[in-house]
């Protein structure tokens, strides 16, 4: 559909917000930066024309975020970039509105075991796809996928096969992040990146929406999302400090073998099955020894200080989500024979009083946790009764009598969705509530 609309200079910008259905906001005035890009969630109301609060326009795109509620109202959202061109009255011209417009999203690294939970995840949300590009490396070229009801054959990731891609996820190596992440930004698009390469760079925002949700608010082209063992941490440490100050955290992880990829995840399965036969077991060839029926305190590369690079992800990621730079915190991350599903025991070490009732009323209240913690009836989550759930699930908090403020908790997250391809959703969604998309 194409329409022209009347937009007087100092009119105001008439903007009205449903969800599902229903309307839950009107705003009446909204004024716009002079200058630069302004992004703006309208209503098509046939009695009512658009008005902008500005008289310097504009070239005007939009795409369609929803569905129509209704007959009479659909919600786009609409770039307007500002040019010197003064205006008292003009019309703004909608082009080619319909309800199938929205986002173009390119995915890195689409047949990878993130890959295929972000298509899941994407349509379970109703994410505005518009167009959707599956890219990958030269090797996996050719295969097709499926998303929706649509099958889409993965291409290899060039500069041309991301050319005008409004937002990017990219869940590959970090080399092609750092190949690709630059060129997206410049290109004036947005990469969503689930790698390590960009997360402690200070312009680049790390974020988990239910924590830091504004950090999105100065991106410059790259969002990060964090490490898999991260994103459930930060998450329930937030929710704890609203009782007590964070003082120190310790931490050990047990980590699901498809945070390390899918060929990981085939070795464990090859292994178990060989196991099964009563034969010889394949040579570790993803892990540096044979990870089924076995515990590796090794996950990522080790540095000088004994640390493994996971761990230290940890601590910096965790430290930055939280703006808590000199949080003491240490960790101890191991790699366990389990497919779907990392868990944590934690120590927390508060500055002062934090009862056990408060925290626990304090993480039923958080959105994204979810408490299982009735240990008699042997409730508590593990990676098989969470897989799946796109929550972080709590159990075993207990107060820690070894000092004088402290609690030990239990969580467990499902590391390809909420670790990894939900959170990257939902910057994405945090993105269009903010009208930074
Ligand atoms: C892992 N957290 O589990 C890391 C990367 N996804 O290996």
Same mark, same amino acid.
């Given at each position: 559909?194409? *329409?022209?609309?009347?937009? #007087?200079?100092?009119?105001?910008?008439?903007?009205?917000?449903?969800?599902?259905?229903?309307?839950?906001?009107?705003?009446?005035?909204?004024?716009?930066?002079? %200058?630069?890009?302004? +992004?703006?969630?309208?209503?098509?109301?046939? &009695?009512?024309?658009?008005?902008?609060?500005?008289?310097?326009?504009?070239?005007?795109?939009?795409?369609?975020?929803?569905?129509?509620?209704?007959?009479?109202?659909?919600?786009?959202?609409?770039?307007?970039?500002?040019?010197?061109?003064?205006?008292?009255?003009?019309?703004?011209?909608?082009?080619?509105?319909?309800?199938?417009?929205?986002?173009?999203?390119?995915?890195? %690294?689409?047949?990878?075991?993130?890959?295929?939970?972000?298509?899941?995840?994407?349509?379970?949300?109703?994410?505005?796809?518009?167009?959707?590009?599956?890219?990958?490396?030269?090797?996996?070229?050719?295969?097709? +996928?499926?998303?929706?009801?649509?099958?889409?054959?993965?291409?290899?990731?060039?500069? &041309?096969?991301?050319?005008?891609? @409004?937002?990017?996820?990219?869940?590959?190596?970090?080399?092609?992040?750092?190949?690709?992440? $630059?060129?997206?930004?410049?290109?004036?698009? /947005?990469?969503? @990146?689930?790698?390590?390469?960009?997360?402690?760079?200070?312009?680049?925002?790390?974020?988990?929406?239910?924590?830091?949700?504004?950090?999105?608010?100065?991106?410059?082209?790259?969002?990060?999302?964090?490490?898999?063992?991260?994103?459930?941490?930060?998450?329930?440490?937030?929710?704890?400090?609203?009782?007590?100050?964070?003082?120190?955290?310790?931490?050990?992880?047990?980590?699901?073998?498809?945070?390390?990829?899918?060929?990981?995840?085939?070795?464990?399965?090859?292994?178990?099955?060989?196991?099964?036969?009563?034969?010889?077991?394949?040579?570790?060839?993803?892990?540096?020894?044979? /990870?089924?029926?076995?515990?590796?305190?090794?996950?990522?590369?080790?540095? #000088? @200080?004994?640390?493994?690079?996971?761990?230290?992800?940890?601590?910096?990621?965790?430290?930055?989500?939280?703006?808590?730079? *000199?949080?003491?915190?240490?960790?101890?991350?191991?790699? /366990?024979?389990?497919?779907? =599903?990392?868990?944590?025991?934690?120590?927390?070490?508060?500055?002062?009083?934090?009862?056990?009732?408060? +925290?626990?009323?304090?993480?039923?209240?958080?959105?994204?946790?979810?408490?299982?913690?009735?240990?008699?009836?042997?409730?508590?989550?593990? $990676?098989?009764?969470?897989?799946? @759930? *796109?929550?972080?699930?709590?159990?075993?908090?207990?107060?820690?009598?070894?000092?004088?403020? %402290?609690?030990?908790?239990?969580?467990?997250?499902?590391?390809?969705?909420? =670790?990894?391809?939900?959170?990257?959703?939902?910057?994405?969604? &945090?993105?269009?509530?903010? %009208?930074?998309?």
């Amino acid at each position: 559909m194409c *329409d022209d609309f009347a937009v #007087e200079h100092g009119d105001p910008l008439l903007a009205v917000f449903v969800d599902e259905a229903r309307t839950i906001g009107r705003e009446g005035t909204r004024t716009p930066p002079e %200058g630069g890009k302004v +992004l703006a969630e309208f209503v098509e109301r046939p &009695e009512a024309p658009y008005h902008f609060t500005y008289g310097q326009f504009c070239s005007f795109s939009h795409r369609t975020l929803r569905s129509p509620p209704h007959d009479r109202e659909f919600i786009v959202q609409a770039h307007v970039k500002m040019t010197a061109r003064r205006s008292g009255a003009a019309a703004l011209r909608l082009i080619a509105m319909s309800n199938t417009n929205g986002l173009d999203i390119a995915v890195i %690294g689409a047949t990878g075991a993130v890959g295929a939970v972000f298509l899941d995840v994407a349509a379970e949300r109703d994410l505005p796809v518009g167009n959707l590009r599956l890219l990958a490396t030269a090797r996996s070229a050719g295969r097709e +996928l499926r998303y929706r009801d649509q099958t889409i054959a993965v291409r290899e990731t060039t500069e &041309e096969a991301l050319d005008g891609a @409004d937002l990017v996820f990219c869940s590959a190596t970090a080399a092609a992040s750092r190949q690709w992440g $630059p060129r997206i930004a410049d290109a004036g698009g /947005i990469l969503i @990146d689930d790698g390590s390469a960009f997360r402690m760079e200070p312009n680049v925002p790390l974020v988990v929406p239910e924590v830091n949700g504004e950090d999105v608010e100065w991106h410059e082209g790259i969002i990060s999302i964090p490490n898999c063992t991260t994103t459930p941490l930060a998450l329930v440490l937030h929710a704890m400090r609203t009782v007590a100050p964070l003082k120190r955290v310790t931490a050990a992880t047990y980590q699901a073998v498809t945070g390390a990829g899918a060929a990981a995840a085939a070795e464990l399965d090859a292994q178990l099955a060989a196991h099964g036969r009563g034969e010889d077991l394949p040579a570790p060839e993803q892990f540096p020894h044979q /990870i089924a029926l076995n515990v590796l305190p090794h996950v990522d590369a080790f540095e #000088e @200080d004994g640390y493994t690079r996971e761990e230290l992800k940890m601590r910096n990621e965790t430290r930055k989500i939280l703006h808590l730079a *000199d949080l003491p915190f240490s960790s101890t991350c191991a790699r /366990i024979p389990t497919m779907i =599903g990392h868990a944590e025991a934690v120590h927390v070490e508060f500055s002062d009083q934090a009862p056990i009732g408060e +925290l626990r009323a304090a993480l039923e209240a958080h959105e994204g946790i979810e408490l299982m913690d009735d240990p008699a009836a042997a409730v508590y989550p593990t $990676p098989l009764n969470t897989a799946g @759930d *796109d929550r972080t699930f709590v159990g075993r908090l207990r107060a820690d009598p070894s000092v004088e403020h %402290g609690a030990v908790f239990w969580c467990v997250t499902d590391n390809l969705r909420k =670790g990894a391809a939900t959170n990257a959703i939902q910057i994405a969604e &945090e993105l269009i509530r903010r %009208g930074k998309l």
